[in-house]
């Protein structure tokens, strides 16, 4: 399968910084990539649609000024989470569609204390 | 967005035992796929269905798209400790991109 590779898989950081979470396809090209927040024993829900050259798609109640997306490239679409806080604190994770399937990272566990 | 029906949310087996799961949908489906996750992990793909009625194995693991194309089962056969996690169905149509994920179904396996 697709091979998608999300860095960093953990990250600690004090409120009000700013941190990037990184997803790139490593096999393939993906003009989307989708990503996801996940709580503990819960299901995935999905964030905002990143398209290449494009401005992401965000779903509704996802501050788009909050959760900054770039997809500069084939195979790269950055998260940032800006300004973090407490609340941040999630399971972040990011996917692509290759045909009729869809592939994930690893995920990164932010913890923003 | 939509949120899948998934049932059970969770099962507590012995080893050996073979595990049934499903996932419902209000909606018509064209693709409908099956992950595991494992705890800190991102979700792995296990079985991709794309017919209604389609019947598709995976190693122990045997998944059908149903013939109304708004469910789909998932059967794991003699389970194993490795088996436990987090499953989950996705579906999708042809409209847009978007894949909608069940609620998930969390195994445990008793040694």
């Known amino acids: 399968g697709a091979v998608v590779s999300q860095h960093p898989s953990r990250v600690i950081c004090k409120s009000g910084t700013s941190v990037k979470i990184e997803c790139r396809s490593l096999?393939?090209?993906?003009?989307?990539m989708f990503w996801y927040r996940q709580f503990p024993k819960q299901s995935l829900m999905l964030m905002a649609t990143?398209?290449?050259?494009?401005?992401?798609?965000?779903e509704q109640g996802v501050e788009k000024d909050k959760f900054l997306i770039n997809h500069a490239s084939l195979t790269l679409s950055t998260l940032t989470v800006t300004s973090a806080h407490p609340e941040d604190s999630s399971f972040y994770i990011c996917?692509?569609?290759?045909?009729?399937?869809?592939?994930f990272g690893s995920g990164t566990q932010l913890s923003v204390l | 967005g939509q949120q899948l029906n998934q049932s059970p949310q969770s099962m507590f087996i012995q080893e050996g035992e073979d595990v049934s799961m499903n996932c419902t949908s209000s909606?018509?489906?064209?693709?409908w796929l099956w992950y595991k996750q494992d705890p800190g992990e991102g979700p792995v793909l296990l079985i991709a269905?794309?017919?209604?009625?389609e019947l598709t194995s995976n190693g122990r693991l045997t998944a059908q798209f149903g013939i109304t194309r708004k469910d789909s089962f998932l059967n794991i056969s003699a389970s194993i400790p490795s088996d436990v996690g987090i499953y989950f169905c996705?579906?999708?149509?042809?409209?847009?991109?978007?894949?909608?994920f069940g609620t998930g179904t969390s195994l445990t396996v008793i040694p």
């Open positions: 996917s692509a569609r290759v045909y009729e399937k869809l592939f």
């Open positions: 096999d393939f090209q993906a003009t989307t």
């Open positions: 990143s398209n290449e050259g494009s401005k992401a798609t965000y």
């Open positions: 909606s018509i489906f064209n693709t």
């Open positions: 269905l794309y017919k209604a009625g």
């Open positions: 996705a579906g999708s149509s042809n409209t847009g991109n978007q894949f909608y």
